[in-house]
């Protein structure tokens, strides 16, 4: 149900977590069908649909299965042989099971009433670990807020050197963002976390008149709430939880890039910590390479393109369709297991970033003081309006780099702006700490909100 990497031995843990590979490894899998199947008989049994002692036997039967080779090479030839997804487990299940089992087993239920609920209890239980990961994340990023929310560093447009800002400004728009992911985990777990219990055709035929209080218990049993109507056609809420995980991963990605951008060797603003062992190149020794923040982009590549699949499935014909609820075994898994390898990583990278301070504020100087025009212009605009301001300020920023001469000599020998501006308003202009705007002011806001 997931992809060579993720399942590789060797390379599995470049690609999922260990807690969330427990959720989704076949065994589980199969353990918790056991468990869906041992809940359906017993409540089948209380309503009279099925003998009392074949719900009881069902029960303890299915708590004893062994899931070894033996029984996952039975469930394997069967589905085979017959080329019904279910099938094979019932057949194995029926020739270790005693006559209850064989007879009553399954009885009424269809594949997406376990597979769809299975899913439910899988993807309640790989959220509940997300929205640790999300919390623990948010703290790092409280920490680096505080610790730099007076940073000085060039913020850049269009990879260019714009005004400056704070790197605790750069960090709390990183858990704004994070912190609308935990919120949006939260409420989706109002529509995701429902039971199947259907039938054939989603009219509960098969439970006779006490269907909808069989679904309901046997939902309820679970841990998952009783659908308002069945939804064997209706992929809308697992759609959903993919574009979800590719809003997360994208986080994830846009922070790594920035911090890939970010440690560039001309940069230097930002190094990611790796461990000393770890081999950078093979065949250039000097080389730390930006692992963990380009991982993030090929996790998040993996779940953008995968998730386009569930989209895929939002179409069905009539009132079941096999080609959107199989794909999604392929994909929910894959991208599930992906996108808690990304949370994984991005505590890794943000816990252990080495922040540059003296090389943020070397960097401003780069530009040529040409990052202070903006305080320039806006001065001069109260003299001569803001047109004319910003064509004199921005001939001199060009006249400036023509020259090769700093950004703020250009100002003072330009008498249109020296007759506007005294020496001193220009030097108060040209200081870092003025020209900050409202960014600690807007990291405070931050801190205090998450």
């Avoid at 029926?94 to 009433?113: H, I």
């Avoid at 994208?250 to 190094?271: C, K």
């Avoid at 090929?298 to 998730?307: D, E, G, K, W």
């Avoid at 079941?320 to 990583?345: A, C, F």
Wanted: glycine share 8%; charged share 25%.
């Amino acid at each position: 149900m997931t992809s060579l990497f993720v399942e590789s031995s060797i390379y599995q843990n470049s690609w999922s977590t260990e807690s969330l590979r427990k959720i989704f490894d076949e065994k589980s899998r199969i353990r918790t069908w056991l468990e869906i199947l041992a809940v359906l008989a017993e409540v089948q049994s209380k309503f009279g649909l099925i003998p009392k002692s074949a719900g009881n036997s069902i029960k303890e039967f299915c708590s004893q299965v062994e899931i070894d080779s033996e029984l996952l090479n039975d469930i394997k030839e069967g589905f085979e042989q017959s080329g019904h997804s279910m099938q094979g487990l019932i057949n194995a299940l029926a020739k270790r099971g005693g006559e209850d089992v064989r007879n009553w087993l399954y009885f009424g239920a269809t594949v997406q009433d376990v597979t769809d609920t299975w899913f439910s209890i899988a993807l309640r239980d790989a959220r509940e670990q997300f929205l640790l990961d999300i919390n623990a994340i948010c703290s790092i990023t409280k920490n680096l807020m505080s610790e730099h929310r007076d940073t000085i560093m060039p913020g850049r447009t269009h990879g260019q050197h714009g005004l400056p800002i704070t790197f605790g400004f750069k960090v709390a728009g990183w858990a704004c963002e994070l912190d609308r992911h935990r919120t949006r985990l939260s409420q989706l777990g109002n529509r995701m976390d429902e039971g199947q219990l259907c039938g054939g055709v989603g009219s509960l035929s098969s439970l006779d008149r006490h269907g909808l209080e069989i679904q309901k218990e046997f939902c309820n049993r679970l841990g998952l709430r009783d659908p308002t109507i069945s939804w064997i056609s209706s992929r809308d809420v697992f759609a959903e939880w993919g574009q979800l995980l590719v809003l997360i991963t994208g986080t994830a990605d846009r922070i790594g890039h920035e911090i890939y951008n970010l440690q560039r060797t001309e940069i230097a603003e930002l190094i990611e910590i790796t461990p000393i062992e770890t081999v950078g190149s093979i065949t250039m020794p000097h080389k730390q390479n930006p692992e963990i923040s380009e991982h993030l982009g090929t996790l998040a590549r993996v779940v953008r393109h995968n998730a386009a699949i569930l989209l895929e499935g939002l179409v069905t014909d009539h009132e079941r369709d096999g080609r959107s609820w199989k794909s999604e075994w392929h994909v929910l898994p894959l991208i599930t297991l992906v996108s808690g390898k990304s949370l994984e990583l991005l505590k890794l990278i943000l816990s252990n970033l080495e922040v540059q301070t003296l090389k943020m504020k070397e960097n401003l100087e780069i530009s040529g003081e040409q990052i202070f025009s903006e305080g320039v212009m806006l001065a001069l605009a109260k003299k001569l309006g803001k047109n004319q301001a910003q064509k004199i300020v921005y001939k001199e920023a060009m006249n400036a780099r023509k020259k090769r001469i700093s950004f703020k000599e250009a100002v003072l020998n330009n008498s249109q702006i020296s007759s506007n501006l005294s020496a001193e308003d220009i030097d108060e202009i040209f200081k870092n700490e003025n020209r900050l705007g409202l960014c600690t002011a807007m990291v405070d806001r931050v801190l205090n909100k998450i």
